[in-house]
């Protein structure tokens, strides 16, 4: 790994930057957030970030900006490698240097080749289980990372901006690699994926369902390469294993089958403070605070979804992972959790299963009970009647 000293950030305007916590866990650079309450620091480091691109990608994504993104329906089954690029971005605002790309295999950076690795992972999984691209139709087949990224901190974020992930290495004694990381690779494409579906506002209970779906989205990609069932004893349900260094020690970031017991006593992180039930949930939570708890909160869904996968059984990503993706696709920008809820039961009448729905049904419904979500029932009785067209896998699945 390579090692990089510590550095002074300025902002835009000579000043010192505070880069906030949130941004250790794999934020989004939004730019609506800026009209809710954006802290400072974090708008400090959007406009580093903002300052470091070239003028021309700014100047198309911000004419686009308003519009909802759509992502790219593929032909179910089908599948073309997408081009894959990463960059070195140490010498920020210098131009990146390429390090790794599906023709240039030669690089001496060990975390360009292991994150190139965790590309196609997520690459194969879009494309081979949803039928889509990862980064979006207008910008083709191209998904680009840059990594040693001194704006990105210890952390890692997919800015809509640039179209790209960025991944810092700041402090390496406390943090190992994020680059080298397949579940930090595969969470930010998720945001990615996320943005293209549903562009769900990263604030409050719909920002931790924007997280909590990028940790599932992570789970998934996790899940098929290592070619697990969800309820299979040796099938990890912890996001970015070994990630987090304690005197030591190595730890996940997460736990999606036990949220809020990840790690304890980081140096800077402290204590996983993630929730797993609405009883725990803070209307109020500081909007300042990580943009009110959306990795906090992002718990609740996570285990959710444990709940309902390992009830299910077999592969998360056949029966949980289509109603989840069904219910983000139909999710409005700010859903509760109540009305994320809601959609996965009807996504679960919408989708055409090949084992009977009632069991399915009772499964997602009991684990949103069992986390406190409340949801709407809707069709419960007529959901198994013959003759309801079954929508077809490759309109939102
Ligand atoms: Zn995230």
């Given amino acids: 790994m390579q090692l990089i000293p510590a550095r002074t950030k300025r902002d835009v305007l000579g000043e010192e930057v505070e880069i906030p916590s949130a941004i250790l866990l794999g934020d989004v650079a939004y ?193 098929r390469q290592a070619k697990v069932s969800a309820d299979a004893p040796m099938a990890s349900w912890s996001i970015a294993e070994n990630f987090l260094s304690i005197e030591g020690r190595n730890f996940p970031l997460r736990s999606m089958s036990n949220p809020g017991s990840a790690f304890r006593a980081h140096p800077l992180l402290g204590d996983d403070d993630q929730i797993r039930h609405m009883r725990d949930y803070q209307e109020d939570y500081p909007l300042e605070k990580d943009h009110g708890g959306v990795h906090k909160y992002a718990g609740v869904g996570n285990y959710a979804f444990y709940l309902a996968a390992t009830k299910l059984g077999g592969p998360s990503w056949k029966i949980a992972g289509k109603i989840w993706r069904c219910a983000l696709v139909r999710s409005q920008r700010a859903p509760t959790f109540s009305d994320f809820a809601t959609e996965t039961l009807k996504a679960v009448e919408d989708i055409s299963f090949k084992i009977p729905k009632e069991p399915i049904y009772q499964a997602v419904a009991q684990a949103w009970r069992d986390v406190g979500v409340t949801f709407r029932e809707r069709g419960v009785g007529t959901m198994l009647l013959e003759g309801t067209p079954p929508l077809q896998d490759s309109s939102c699945c």
Wanted: proline fraction near 7%; glycine fraction near 6%; hydrophobic fraction near 35%.
């Fill in 31 to 223: 730019p609506q957030l800026f009209s809710q309450g954006t802290p400072p620091s974090f708008r400090a480091y959007y406009l580093l970030s903002k300052a470091s691109l070239p003028s021309p990608t700014l100047t198309s994504e911000h004419k686009s900006i308003t519009v909802r993104p759509s992502l790219f329906q593929m032909t179910k089954g089908a599948f073309q490698e997408s081009l894959k690029q990463v960059w070195d971005g140490l010498k920020k605002p210098q131009p990146l240097t390429l390090l790794r790309s599906n023709t240039q295999l030669e690089c001496s950076d060990i975390e360009a080749h292991e994150c190139f690795n965790g590309m196609t992972r997520v690459d194969r999984f879009c494309q081979k289980v949803f039928s889509v691209q990862p980064t979006g139709e207008d910008i083709g087949h191209l998904m680009r990372v840059e990594i040693h990224d001194p704006y990105a901190f210890n952390g890692a974020c997919w800015s809509p901006m640039d179209k790209s992930v960025h991944c810092g290495d700041h402090d390496p004694l406390r943090f190992n690699s994020i680059a080298s990381n397949p579940d930090i690779i595969a969470h930010e494409f998720g945001h990615a994926v996320t943005y293209y579906s549903s562009n769900l506002d990263y604030v409050r209970q719909s920002g931790a369902i924007n997280e909590s779906l990028s940790d599932i989205f992570a789970i998934m990609v996790k899940h």
